[in-house]
């Protein structure tokens, strides 16, 4: 047979062109998968005049140069045409995974560059599954793939998906002749066309495992079928942080996480701080493909000299301001001096006035909106735009905002949602957060490389005993129940430089220290007791704890 695979820029022909096109021989029986050495994938050239969608170039990975250096359609078509008659006579029987989508591409294809009938057979695993397994909450590639055992890369390449379609089919056809004592395609096709029967929606992991789960706090693990990591989280209880998964599941992409999950493992905890902490590490240790936050991927700490002008990955003596983990924030924070420094009259470029704003360039505001903003941030805060003078004011529209996202890592999107609808008074705002985003980012960082050495003494209301972490080198290095009557003590490494810890701070310090961040606000609010020492003679209690967070 022959497994294939196809990307493309829309839904259909009509509305798009190919992308990518992928397939692999591949003989029937036991025959192990297709590896990407035995696969044939083609980038196809696209017809003149038409862009590459930035969705389209995120999900795939390509950039419009290489699609540029593609082949030309006819070819692809001549190269998987001869690949298939090396196969069988035709109809060449074909596997595709939601066969749809490809059959469109491919047709078109053929009318354009092919003569006589169409050449294939089409058999489609998602149809299959539908039939064979519709208790399943999804059946994409992905999540059959994750069903039957392996996982898929995140970029949608035709290589990969060849290799995984593969996979799923194996799997697929052994269920075929074991449930329905089907093992050929004339019997797999008067199959398909029976009424499909009706079935509830189950999740893999069974019922009874759910609730095996300990009300205590801890982290889980949900794992496919042959144990590798699709998530890691973190709970109060347990039991009812993953009951809720299936009782109240996302959209989308966790419907697809939980079709793949068959089992769940755990770790408990003394406290949910501490999970909150254990969660961090695991997800750098375990790299889960379900999990958004704290992962490394793209992502690093830097130091940027006093005058946030230029950003290196380790400290020194010019470069004492950080940790940072987002450049972006730096960037806008430059334009928006940069602007201010010339003056309204002076016209900026697109990609200046885009990255004050924290907008795309497709998205920026024009020139004279822009101006006008301008204008109305000087009458607003002056025209001063030294970068010191610049971070104070960026701190205390952090403190007075009402509103927005504690965290500063990521830029709102554009006014107007995507499109481009600013005025003077929307320019204004977005340079303002633009000035509080940095800002916070600086403070953040000398408080995180403050928190970096600590002792941490907290109870939770209504308990009898405190428990204890110290901190150092942004690491856990010890945890205790502190006795009653004894008092938090001095954190080891109360006395390194900040030289020596900035030194010592990699990505995963930076994220650890910013979720002990997160929990110390919330102890701080709460009712319990919390006792936070930085020194011999600097302790943090509830009152002075939450004063000082407001600013981080």
């Known amino acids: 047979m022959l497994v294939l695979d196809a990307q493309a820029t829309a839904a259909s022909p009509s509305r798009g062109a190919l992308l990518e096109i992928g397939w692999a021989r591949w003989p029937a029986g036991d025959a192990p998968e297709p590896t990407a050495a035995v696969v044939s994938a083609h980038v196809v050239a696209p017809p003149p005049g038409l862009a ?9 990975g390509l950039g419009p140069s290489e699609w540029a250096r593609g082949i030309d359609p006819g070819a692809a078509w001549e190269h998987l045409r001869e690949a298939a008659r090396r196969v069988a006579p035709e109809p060449v029987p074909v596997v595709v995974h939601f066969a749809r989508f490809e059959e469109g591409f491919l047709r078109a294809l053929h009318e354009r560059h092919g003569a006589g009938r169409f050449p294939f057979r089409l058999v489609c695993t998602h149809a299959i599954a539908c039939r064979l397994l519709p208790e399943l909450p999804r059946r994409t590639l992905r999540a059959l793939a994750g069903y039957f055992g392996a996982g898929v890369s995140p970029l949608r390449r035709s290589a990969d998906h060849v290799i995984a379609t593969a996979f799923v089919w194996r799997h697929l056809a052994a269920l075929l002749a074991e449930r329905e004592g089907i093992a050929g395609l004339d019997a797999l096709g008067e199959w398909l066309a029976r009424p499909a029967p009706r079935s509830p929606r189950l999740f893999p992991l069974p019922l009874e495992r759910r609730r095996q789960l300990p009300d205590r706090p801890g982290v889980y693990r949900f794992l496919r079928a042959g144990g590798a990591v699709l998530y890691v989280g973190k709970a109060a209880s347990l039991r009812q942080r993953v009951r809720g998964h299936f009782h109240a599941p996302g959209g989308e992409r966790a419907l697809e996480m939980l079709t793949q999950v068959r089992d769940v493992s755990w770790s408990e905890t003394e406290t949910a701080l501490e999970a909150a902490l254990l969660e961090a590490d695991e997800i ?41 983990v987002s450049p972006a924030l730096v960037e806008a924070f430059l334009a928006v001096r940069s602007v201010l420094v010339d003056g309204p009259s002076r016209l900026p470029s697109l990609a200046r006035r885009s990255c004050a704003v924290g907008a795309p360039p497709a998205y920026g505001p024009g020139p004279e909106c822009f101006a006008d903003g301008v204008e109305s941030f000087v009458r607003e805060h002056g025209s001063g735009a030294s970068t010191r003078g610049l971070l104070r004011l960026g701190a205390r529209l952090w403190v007075e905002a009402a509103t927005g996202p504690r965290d500063g890592d990521s830029p709102e999107q554009p006014p107007g949602g995507r499109g481009p609808d600013w005025d003077a008074e929307r320019v204004r705002r977005a340079m303002e957060q633009s000035v509080a985003r940095a800002a916070h980012a600086v403070r953040r960082a000398r408080w995180l490389v403050r928190l970096g050495e600590c002792s941490l003494a907290w109870a939770e209301a209504g308990a009898t005993e405190r428990r204890l972490l110290v901190i150092e080198g942004g690491t856990v290095a010890a945890r205790a129940h502190l006795p009653p009557g004894l008092g938090v003590p001095v954190p080891p490494g109360h006395a390194r430089t900040a030289a020596e810890r900035r030194a010592a701070f990699d990505l995963a310090a930076f994220d650890r220290l910013r979720v002990l961040t997160t929990e110390l606000r919330a102890l701080a609010a709460g009712t319990g007791t919390v006792e936070l020492r930085l020194g011999p003679t600097t302790r943090l209690s509830r009152e002075r704890l939450r004063a000082v967070l407001r600013w981080v």
């Open 52 to 60: 590459l969608p930035p969705a389209v170039a995120r999900v795939t």
């Open 284 to 324: 750098k240790g375990l790299a889960p493909p379900y999990n958004v936050a704290l992962v490394e991927a793209g992502r690093s700490v830097g130091f940027a000299t006093t005058e946030l002008e230029d950003l290196r990955e380790r400290p020194d003596a010019d470069h004492t301001v950080g940790p940072l």
